[in-house]
């Protein structure tokens, strides 16, 4: 499965200009299955950067407006979008002058197999 | 702009007042009255409330109607801007953290630094990502100068 699942997310990468990497972790940032091109920064797809989303979305939820769906994160030459699939998160580095709504429509796309692994992963 | 701050001209000896020796130096102040009302300008179209805090998450001004403890929401959005700062540092090197949009099902907010504070602001969840960061960066340009002048080095 995460070998089918690799090849999706690898294909999907094109399909947005400026997007570097697509990794499916945990909520502690540990990775499930990830893609990115060379030119994606390294330690992005490491345990310390990933898990920092859950923190935050935990703390968002607790605004007042509803459960937090996505973070979007702007830096001087990145820009990070995370989705929240409890118990996965999906996060999604581009660089800053990528496509955002375009890396927001593949939430959609990616439905269906985020579904899967979460169902798999989910303890009944 | 000039209407936010109100420069100090006389020097007043507090001395004999507070029993310790201090004075009053002259030196820019921000007017509270304008900046609510600034603050105010963007809450239209499904604009909720906007928000102006420090990084430790205490309120600095707020305008706008809201049912939810803005204090508790300006030290959430504080806390959530602080984290994910420090994260980027670790990952991303020089990098320096701009905005962030939380996505929510009943709202948005967006979060962006003015000199050494946080504008923060709540839409409603109709209100489209790009309209929200569009407002919040205009609003922040138009603080940059008043706030800058007033700004405690940190």
């Known amino acids: 499965m995460t070998e089918e699942l690799h090849k999706y997310l690898k294909r999907l990468l094109p399909t947005v200009e400026g997007l570097q990497c697509v990794i499916i972790s945990d909520r502690d940032g540990v990775q499930l299955v990830e893609a990115h091109q060379p030119d994606a920064p390294a330690a992005t797809l490491k345990p310390p950067f990933l898990g920092t989303f859950s923190i935050a979305t935990e703390q968002a939820s607790k605004l007042g407006i509803g459960k937090n769906k996505a973070i979007v994160s702007y830096y001087t030459c990145h820009q990070v979008v995370q989705f929240n699939h409890f118990p996965l998160v999906v996060t999604c580095i581009a660089s800053k002058d990528a496509n955002t709504g375009l890396i927001y429509s593949l939430e959609e796309d990616m439905h269906e197999a985020i579904s899967d692994l979460q169902a798999a992963v989910n303890v009944p | ?154």
């Open chain 2, 1 to 154: 702009r000039d209407q936010l701050i109100c420069t100090q001209t006389r020097q007043k000896d507090y001395s004999t007042d507070l029993g310790v020796l201090c004075s009053y130096q002259p030196g820019a102040m921000l007017k509270p009255k304008a900046l609510t009302k600034v603050l105010d300008q963007a809450n239209t179209g499904g604009i909720q409330c906007t928000l102006l805090l420090n990084q430790e998450g205490s309120l600095m001004a707020f305008a706008g109607r809201s049912d939810k403890k803005e204090n508790i929401t300006a030290a959430i959005a504080a806390n959530i801007w602080v984290s994910n700062e420090k994260g980027a540092k670790t990952a991303l090197g020089d990098e320096s953290l701009q905005f962030i949009v939380l996505d929510c099902s009943e709202g948005k907010v967006g979060i962006r630094r003015v000199a050494n504070l946080l504008l923060c602001m709540y839409a409603q969840k109709i209100v489209g990502l790009g309209l929200l960061k569009a407002k919040v960066e205009v609003l922040a340009g138009y603080l940059e100068g008043p706030l800058t002048q007033i700004a405690t080095p940190s």
